[in-house]
């Protein structure tokens, strides 16, 4: 077991037209997992993005932010964390062989490989999921399932984690859309606390804590019964939001086939 | 009935070290209700910060994030946002006179003032919530009692509306802690779309629409039993939790009493 607290650098990849509360998600739960448990992990936070030494300026869900770092001078990740995005700058991002190597570069000795919606297709793109179970927004799973080495689960888990560790082939977790970055990240801090720790009750209680930090018990109005997932809505909404998203749906379809072709 | 659909910008307020996930909840949930409910409003998101003409970077959770505006030059909102904070962002601001007139002065033309977590503190401290109901995150709900005019409700609820328009008095909606404003974003679409087509069935459709395009299907891992809430969590977890919040909470208090003796 090493020595307790470790460096543990999350680094949260930004690109133009990504979405802000993919990434607001992770920053705000692992902040607290560091604040609160300084004595398991030093966690520092980057975020992460262009080609250029010196980072430019990215929108983000239409707000401007402005990544720490470059992919240039970005440090070693212990946990990469792709989030989605939506327009031409998540179809350039499919066929980006910059940023595409910059994740395999990380990914090589992460120990954490994640992303949340669309996030994972990139990871895709960049073969990273090649092997592994992952998921991603409900209106593109069926975008991932174009790429032949990616096991797509049925349905539409908040987070799907693929463990192959025991193999030396490290591990995936993967998100469902946008908003399931929170759940997923409460459960990333169960999991690395676990892992660090060899206590899987300190997990738990850390998720739990950070829960309460956040102020997470959600109640969306107007439910019971839920929403928010395509197995949990009015049928008439869900064809309606899907003739919505469908040109969303025909442009990332595109871009991720043109991805496929070039990599063949 | 005026006519559709109406011009309506929202403004979310950004300040130093205001918190990332506030804002990415109301700037996620608006993009959609504008993407999907064209027919209902022309919707424009502003991001306003600093006094100055030209709106410095300012630090959002930790990430570089730049105003589109300040408040020198923003616009005349429909709906006024402020989130929460923390550290000496969130002190000076409960005391900065340039950033509550601001408030004011938006408020007084402003058809929706909202606020979430120690936003509400913010709200308070411009005395936009004198007699009206609100609420905030749990760790600080005492510090907005201090405010002798304000009704703060018992518990720990998601948000919390006080719609005083038919006396002349416009409306207020505060949220409780950070992951709060996913659900009372979600609220305020059903309240806006039913306030402008007085059809309430268009609201919640509104914003059960939104929800499916958020993929918000919560479930926060090791739950059932639910969590994120003082009512919901283990009573250990509750009191080691608010012991680590003990400085936050008395730097809050502290800036809330000097905010209250000054205007006194």
């Given at each position: 077991?090493?020595?307790?607290?470790?460096?543990?650098?999350?680094?949260?990849?930004?690109?133009?037209?990504?979405?802000?509360?993919?990434?607001?998600?992770?920053?705000?739960?692992?902040?607290?997992?560091?604040?609160?448990?300084?004595?398991?992990?030093?966690?520092?936070?980057?975020?992460v993005g262009g080609a250029l030494r010196s980072p430019e300026p990215i929108q983000a869900g239409g707000i401007t932010v402005t990544p720490m770092v470059s992919f240039q001078n970005c440090p070693k990740l212990e946990l990469l964390f792709v989030p989605g995005g939506n327009g031409e700058g998540l179809q350039a991002s499919i066929s980006d062989d910059t940023l595409l190597d910059f994740l395999r570069r990380q990914a090589e000795s992460a120990s954490y490989v994640t992303s949340v919606c669309t996030g994972g297709l990139l990871l895709a793109a960049a073969g990273l999921l090649d092997g592994y179970k992952g998921t991603c927004h409900w209106a593109v799973v069926d975008c991932l399932r174009l790429f032949p080495q990616v096991q797509v689960p049925d349905g539409y888990p908040r987070w799907c984690e693929d463990d192959q560790r025991a193999a030396g082939r490290g591990i995936r977790i993967t998100g469902g859309g946008i908003s399931s970055s929170i759940d997923e990240s409460l459960y990333m801090v169960q999991r690395i606390v676990e892992d660090l720790t060899h206590q899987p009750e300190r997990g738990v209680e850390a998720s739990r804590a950070v829960q309460l930090a956040i102020q997470y018990n959600p109640g969306p109005p107007n439910t019971p019964p839920p929403g928010g997932d395509p197995d949990s809505v009015d049928p008439q909404l869900l064809e309606r939001m899907t003739g919505n998203m469908s040109p969303f749906h025909e442009q990332v379809c595109t871009a991720v086939r043109q991805r496929i072709d070039s990599s063949a």
């Amino acid at each position: 077991m090493s020595e307790l607290p470790q460096e543990f650098t999350v680094g949260l990849l930004l690109y133009d037209n990504c979405d802000l509360l993919d990434i607001a998600g992770p920053n705000e739960v692992f902040q607290f997992l560091g604040l609160f448990y300084g004595d398991v992990v030093k966690l520092s936070i980057v975020t992460v993005g262009g080609a250029l030494r010196s980072p430019e300026p990215i929108q983000a869900g239409g707000i401007t932010v402005t990544p720490m770092v470059s992919f240039q001078n970005c440090p070693k990740l212990e946990l990469l964390f792709v989030p989605g995005g939506n327009g031409e700058g998540l179809q350039a991002s499919i066929s980006d062989d910059t940023l595409l190597d910059f994740l395999r570069r990380q990914a090589e000795s992460a120990s954490y490989v994640t992303s949340v919606c669309t996030g994972g297709l990139l990871l895709a793109a960049a073969g990273l999921l090649d092997g592994y179970k992952g998921t991603c927004h409900w209106a593109v799973v069926d975008c991932l399932r174009l790429f032949p080495q990616v096991q797509v689960p049925d349905g539409y888990p908040r987070w799907c984690e693929d463990d192959q560790r025991a193999a030396g082939r490290g591990i995936r977790i993967t998100g469902g859309g946008i908003s399931s970055s929170i759940d997923e990240s409460l459960y990333m801090v169960q999991r690395i606390v676990e892992d660090l720790t060899h206590q899987p009750e300190r997990g738990v209680e850390a998720s739990r804590a950070v829960q309460l930090a956040i102020q997470y018990n959600p109640g969306p109005p107007n439910t019971p019964p839920p929403g928010g997932d395509p197995d949990s809505v009015d049928p008439q909404l869900l064809e309606r939001m899907t003739g919505n998203m469908s040109p969303f749906h025909e442009q990332v379809c595109t871009a991720v086939r043109q991805r496929i072709d070039s990599s063949a």
